[in-house]
């Protein structure tokens, strides 16, 4: 029998009991789910692993439901080295970030355009940065690129800091931390050639981010840290 399938990938699992699994899931049409999927470490049946497009069918009400039905909706995409530290990213983002029941088509295109980039060897940077200020915008989070707390537009040869609250801010002090009105700009239009961009793009993704991520830290940016 044929359930009701929507696509969805894993984002994290752990073990459940004796042979199931406690793994949360993005899905198109219900965001965040956490589910248990039963037989998870059985030698047959699909297993939950990450970056393989999936269709599933749950059921259950509240915040565990359980998985009923998986198929496999494409290939595994295989992910190596610095690719591979950057979709578990990705997923890490997601879990901390998200909520459930919430369609998220959006995100979850998203989602599937960068572990395609990733997976074609593409720079990892950009893709992350896009990612993340996408991530930020289709949570309500997002905030101009192209006006400052004032509404006046950024300008290329200034400096600014950026506020949970106010957003952009022109500063005229040498503070450490500040933001170039040209990254700023490089980064609204996609320009990652641009020499700022990237800078800027990071540290400024990395303040946003953390107002909403809290205290604890990323574990998957410890892999950038150890990598050689």
């Known amino acids: 029998m044929s359930f009701d399938l929507q696509p969805a990938y894993v984002l994290h699992s752990r073990p459940y009991r004796d042979s199931s699994a406690l793994v949360d899931l993005l899905t198109l049409r219900e965001g965040m789910q956490r589910v248990v999927w039963r037989g998870a470490k059985r030698g047959k049946g699909i297993k939950p692993q990450p970056f393989t497009p999936l269709l599933l069918s749950l059921y259950g009400r509240g915040d565990l439901k359980t998985l009923r039905q998986a198929e496999v909706a494409g ?14 990213y990705l997923n890490e983002l997601l879990v901390r970030l998200l909520s459930g029941g919430d369609p998220q088509t959006l995100l979850f295109a998203a989602y599937q355009t960068a572990l395609e980039q990733l997976a074609a060897e593409r720079a990892v940077e950009p893709v992350l940065r896009e990612f993340e200020w996408q991530l930020l915008s289709l949570l309500g989070y997002g905030f101009s690129l192209q006006t400052d707390a004032l509404g006046e537009p950024l300008s290329c040869a200034a400096l600014y800091l950026w506020d949970a609250e106010q957003g952009l801010q022109r500063t005229e002090s040498q503070q450490p931390g500040l933001l170039p009105g040209a990254g700023l700009l490089a980064m609204s239009s996609g320009d ?33 840290a150890a990598k050689p």
């Open 75 to 88: 290939g595994h995409v295989r992910l190596q080295g610095e690719a591979l530290f950057s979709g578990l």
């Open 192 to 224: 990652w050639q641009h020499p700022a961009a990237l800078h800027t793009a990071k540290r400024l993704m990395r303040k946003a981010l953390a107002v909403h991520l809290g205290d604890r830290p990323l574990m998957s940016r410890q892999l950038f």
